[in-house]
């Protein structure tokens, strides 16, 4: 799909427009200025007085049926152009957004808000001592975010701040996420590091023995400056996908070189495949005193876990679980992914059924998003995937099922390209929320990236300036160049601490 836009210039228009007009349209591109055989056009015209003024009018160039909408808002003191730039383009994305809905009578509950962490602009609003009805004021008026959406995300902040009361002060204490790029098989929707182990033993445990390193000169650093930690994660790829003894290792490891382990006030482990589980593995992670695992389903029926590539069975994943609980793991949370190809309504009810049979303590329900990078996007047409509304209805199922089982929803976000511009969000029994999931998205406090793949955010303690800087994602480049980039982060965190 294409749009021709009219009347806009400034090549800065093109992102935003592009953005807004994809929460209508798949994979949708607009033409500023050049005539294109798009079927639509969009032309602005702006006023800027001591108001700002725009008027879009959308024309379907077949038909000549049009669309107007006139959207006018008081300009407040700028300091620089960029500022001023940032108010007529809310403008323009407010009438931008009011044609495509009338057009296509899609009604777009975030409104022009196409970010991916929506709860943050509530937090900042919260740090401005702004009341409760002032920010939802504020949501709608700039927004246009419905109330449905606002009720979500006050209920996330409040479920954020009553697990982490300290929220706001973290920023002088870090989280490490610890990234272990190796998984049975790569399942199709995945854009995350990880590599097929079978055959690449050899390089398991040189990545390994670059991993320690870079937690030992970490570590070393936390310790000389005496920076806390807050919570540890370990993603990838799955984690437990290395031997039992590899895993014992790496957490001695963990308790050698972090300052104060048994202060961290959460240690995840992601066991995401349910086949690269055993009665060892668990073992190593009580050992250590791992607070909290997961175990993913995805999907509960069969047919689709093949058609993913995710090389496991449903009854694995259950017989993985209760196992997990049968070795005093009591902190498990299970993702389930709406819109899996094949799937609608019906195959989704089935995953709930089975959830309620289980009773994890936390459940993350995913929207299927197409990642640029995946199997799934690149070969789009062989997965049939579910159209908006059904989509919708199974994202309103998992609402109620967890309301109804007393889970809370305490994260979320957005993701582009997601199926129906919906969210993914995080529920949990109350207070077995995931500190670090809380951490990561509400971007209060450095993370330190170790490990292939590992990405580092790191938010300067005074500014909230935020850094980003990315390990290697394949294990081979990571082996060649773990101390070089160990050196670069310890550089930056030198800035900040
Ligand atoms: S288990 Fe997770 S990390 Fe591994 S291939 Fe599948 S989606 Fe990717």
């Not at 320690?212 to 570590?219: A, K, L, P």
């Not at 449903?314 to 902190?331: C, D, F, P, S, W």
């Amino acid at each position: 799909m294409l749009i021709d836009i009219k009347g806009l210039q400034d090549e800065r228009f093109e992102r935003p427009l592009r953005l807004i007009a994809n929460l209508f349209f798949e994979e949708c591109q607009i033409s500023l200025e050049k005539e294109t055989d798009s079927p639509i056009v969009v032309a602005f015209a702006i006023k800027e007085e001591d108001k700002i003024s725009v008027e879009a009018t959308l024309t379907e160039k077949d038909t000549k049926k049009a669309y107007t909408y006139t959207y006018t808002k008081e300009v407040t003191a700028a300091e620089n152009d960029k500022e001023y730039f940032k108010q007529v383009k809310n403008a323009v994305s407010h009438a931008y957004l009011q044609v495509l809905q009338n057009y296509t009578g899609i009604v777009q509950k975030w409104g022009i808000l196409t970010g991916i962490r929506p709860t943050k602009l509530l937090h900042n609003q919260n740090k401005l001592g702004k009341s409760a009805e002032e920010t939802r004021k504020n949501l709608r008026k700039n927004y246009l975010i419905t109330d449905e959406k606002i009720d979500l995300m006050q209920r996330i902040v409040d479920r954020q701040l009553t697990m982490v009361p300290d929220l706001y002060d973290l920023q002088k204490e870090v989280s490490i996420y610890i990234g272990i790029p190796f998984c049975p098989t790569k399942c199709a929707y995945c854009t995350f590091p990880a590599f097929a182990i079978q055959g690449k033993l050899g390089k398991v445990s040189s990545f390994l023995s670059g991993l320690h390193y870079e937690m030992e000169e970490i570590g070393k650093w936390l310790k000389e400056k005496n920076v806390k930690i807050t919570t540890v994660y370990y993603g990838g790829g799955t984690p437990t996908a290395i031997t039992a003894e590899e895993m014992d290792e790496l957490y001695e490891r963990m308790y050698d070189v972090f300052p104060d382990v048994s202060n961290i006030r959460e240690i995840t482990v992601e066991a995401g495949r349910p086949d690269t589980i055993t009665p060892q593995k668990l073992e190593v992670l009580k050992k250590w005193n791992i607070d909290r695992i997961s175990i993913n389903p995805q999907s509960y029926t069969q047919e689709t876990l093949k058609a993913i590539g995710r090389h496991h069975t449903v009854e694995e994943t259950i017989e993985k679980y209760h196992l997990a609980r049968a070795m005093g793991m009591n902190n498990i949370n299970m993702d389930l992914i709406i819109g899996l190809p094949g799937e609608g309504t019906k195959e989704f009810e089935h995953s709930l059924i089975e959830t309620e049979k289980l009773m994890p303590e936390s459940l993350t329900v995913h929207t299927l998003s197409f990642k640029r990078a995946s199997e799934m996007t690149l070969n789009k047409e062989k997965y049939k995937v579910a159209g908006r509304t059904e989509v919708e209805q199974m994202m309103e199922m998992a609402e109620r099922w967890t309301a109804k089982h007393a889970y809370v929803p305490y994260y979320l976000y957005r993701q582009k390209n997601i199926l129906g511009n919906l969210e993914n969000v995080g529920y949990s029994m109350p207070g077995q929320e995931s500190i670090y999931n809380i951490m990561i998205m509400e971007e209060v406090q450095t993370i330190i990236g170790i490990g292939c793949g590992a990405a580092s955010k790191f938010i300067d303690p005074k500014t909230g300036k935020i850094e980003h800087f990315a390990n290697p994602k394949d294990p081979k480049s990571y082996n060649d160049r773990f101390v070089e980039y160990t050196n670069k982060k310890i550089d930056i965190l030198n800035q900040l601490f």
